[in-house]
């Protein structure tokens, strides 16, 4: 049943990027050249004249992997805890089953914090003063350790 659970949460992370990314690809080429596109709709008629359709889907592998792995992890830990309030759908409640629902929620917000800070960090890293130690604007220097990065 995980396997089921981790293939399903898989899918829709890939599905999610399928829909979502022509329009992130949009949005940065709005933002990186304001003067040349003025809509959404002017960057996507460019995009597709010059690159094709695939031209949306530029960079959609990265993103592709981590909503796949985001949403598996997801669903699997749904599914377990439902398992877990409902005694496997035996008392299957609408309340049992928003617990699972709100424990599932809780467990993806802490992976959530500590994965940003993570990448907060990573980004800080070209203003490192020496490893280990980041720098960011108009802060003291702090050590990017799991420990700094729970305590922000």
């Known amino acids: 049943m995980v396997v089921a659970d981790l293939v ?22 709005m933002q990186m050249q304001p003067d040349r596109y003025k809509s959404m709709v002017s960057a996507g008629r460019e995009t597709i004249q010059k690159h094709g359709f695939g031209g949306l889907y530029k960079g959609v592998a990265s993103p592709a992997i981590g909503n ?15 398992s877990l309030f409902t005694d496997n759908g035996a008392k299957n409640t609408l309340n049992r089953i928003a617990g699972a629902a709100a424990f599932t929620g809780i467990f993806v917000a802490l992976v959530e914090g500590v994965s940003r800070g993570l990448r907060l960090c ?7 003063i020496y490893l280990g130690y980041c720098l960011p604007r108009a802060r003291p220097r702090r050590r ?7 305590k922000q």
């Open 144 to 150: 990017c350790t799991l420990a700094a990065i729970i």
């Open 122 to 128: 990573h980004s800080l890293a070209r203003r490192c």
């Open 8 to 29: 399903a949460g898989t899918m829709a992370g890939f599905a999610i990027c399928g829909v979502g990314h022509p329009f992130d690809t949009l949005k940065v080429l």
């Open 68 to 82: 796949g792995v985001y949403n598996a992890v997801q669903f699997a830990v749904f599914a377990r805890l439902k």
